[in-house]
């Protein structure tokens, strides 16, 4: 799978369709998320693998100066236990949920699919994340263009997804699509939404690797915003 973005081949210009960012359920997302799911949405052994992912990437802990962004948030968001920064901001989609992670120092609420626009300043964070909700975004080139904006130079957002997903929510593209296409799908959200603005994109297959059984699949997709 990490292969995947090693030999790219990008179209010279944006591949998608408008369509393609359809859902089957086109409601306003404020009516799916008006009530909080104190839930996960991927199983244990792959949140373990992603918080160990965090923590091998992370700045380290305790940085005052250190910000750190997580989109589309909720009640936690797997980072390793004890993980300090000066600033962590949260935004999502329900107050309830966000206010009950304790990993933030703040909280915003806001819904990217109507206004993709991040409330925070230029040259903010040294970290943006984003779990297992970049499937939902129906303006990913905006949002990622945002995310480029409020960024540090050198700083990084990696995109973490699996393959579950609320599927009347998820864009149309995502749901036609498998794992491998999933990865590209990404990747091009960096290259195509500031040109020249990000590293190439990198993909990390964080799959963990059950003994019995089958565990979700995990990838983390990331790229920096060049110096």
Same mark, same amino acid.
């Given at each position: 799978?990490?292969?995947?973005?090693?030999? +790219?081949?990008? +179209?010279?210009?944006?591949?998608? @369709? +408008?369509?393609?960012?359809?859902? #089957?359920?086109?409601?306003?997302? %404020?009516?799916? #998320?008006?009530?909080?799911?104190?839930? *996960?949405?991927?199983?244990?052994?792959?949140?373990?693998?992603? *918080?160990?992912?965090?923590g091998a990437v992370f700045p380290p802990s305790g940085g005052q100066s250190t910000a750190v962004l997580d989109i589309c948030s909720s009640w936690v968001s797997h980072y390793p236990e004890g993980y300090k920064a000066g600033r962590v901001a949260g935004l999502g989609m329900n107050e309830e949920e966000l206010a009950r992670n304790p990993q933030l120092t703040e909280f915003a609420v806001k819904d990217l699919n109507v206004d993709p626009t991040l409330p925070y300043g230029d040259n903010t964070f040294d970290v943006i994340t984003n779990c297992v909700?970049?499937?939902?975004?129906n303006k990913p080139l905006e949002i990622f263009k945002e995310m480029h @904006?409020?960024?540090?130079?050198?700083? *990084?957002?990696?995109? &973490?997804? &699996?393959?579950?997903?609320? +599927? %009347?929510?998820?864009? &149309?593209?995502? %749901?036609? *699509?498998?794992?491998?296409?999933?990865?590209w799908i990404v990747g091009s959200y960096f290259h195509y939404s500031v040109p020249g603005g990000f590293t190439e994109p990198k993909c990390k297959d964080i799959t963990p690797k059950a003994l019995f059984g089958r565990t979700d699949p995990m990838y983390a997709v990331f790229a920096s915003k060049q110096a």
């Open positions: 799978m990490e292969k995947v973005l090693e030999d +790219p081949r990008w +179209p010279e210009k944006w591949p998608f @369709r +408008p369509e393609n960012f359809l859902r #089957y359920d086109e409601s306003p997302d %404020t009516y799916f #998320y008006s009530q909080p799911r104190f839930v *996960t949405h991927i199983d244990d052994q792959a949140i373990k693998a992603l *918080t160990k992912f965090y909700s970049v499937d939902y975004l @904006r409020v960024l540090k130079p050198g700083g *990084t957002a990696y995109m &973490s997804f &699996s393959n579950r997903c609320f +599927p %009347t929510k998820a864009i &149309s593209l995502w %749901t036609a *699509t498998g794992d491998a296409d999933h990865i």
